[in-house]
Nanobody, 116 residues
Framework: QVRLVESGGGLVQAGGSLRLSCAAS????????MGWFRQRPGKEREFVATISRGGTNTFHSYSVKGRFTISRDNAKNTVSLQMNSLKPEDTAVYFCYTGRFGSVYWGQGTQVTVSS
């Protein structure tokens, strides 16, 4: 069992920044890729970013590329999402995930609200 807890969400004005963090606990041995999805109001959950086990390979969705940056700290079992130049359309619940031995684990989400 792996538990994921997101933090760092909140209310910010358009153009501002937030940094989300996700801490993994429990059986974290050999976790591989980690990343973020989000669910905007009235829409389906969508991919945001992912990062490889070693932290050197990353991929960001087109909608956030150049504004968001994913990173991880394996010693602390955490993954972060630095969000800059936030837009109202970034308003969503952000979910952290991690993979381990073919299984995917999800956090409960953290709310990000961007005002215009």
């Amino acid at each position: 069992q792996v538990r994921l807890v997101e933090s760092g969400g909140g209310l910010v004005q358009a153009g501002g920044s937030l940094r989300l963090s996700c801490a993994a606990s429990g059986n974290t041995f050999r976790t591989y890729n980690m990343g973020w999805f989000r669910q905007r109001p009235g829409k389906e959950r969508e991919f945001v970013a992912t990062i490889s086990r070693g932290g050197t390979n990353t991929f960001h969705s087109y909608s956030v590329k150049g504004r968001f940056t994913i990173s991880r700290d394996n010693a602390k079992n955490t993954v972060s999402l630095q969000m800059n130049s936030l837009k109202p359309e970034d308003t969503a619940v952000y979910f952290c995930y991690t993979g381990r031995f073919g299984s995917v684990y999800w956090g409960q989400g953290t709310q990000v609200t961007v005002s215009s």
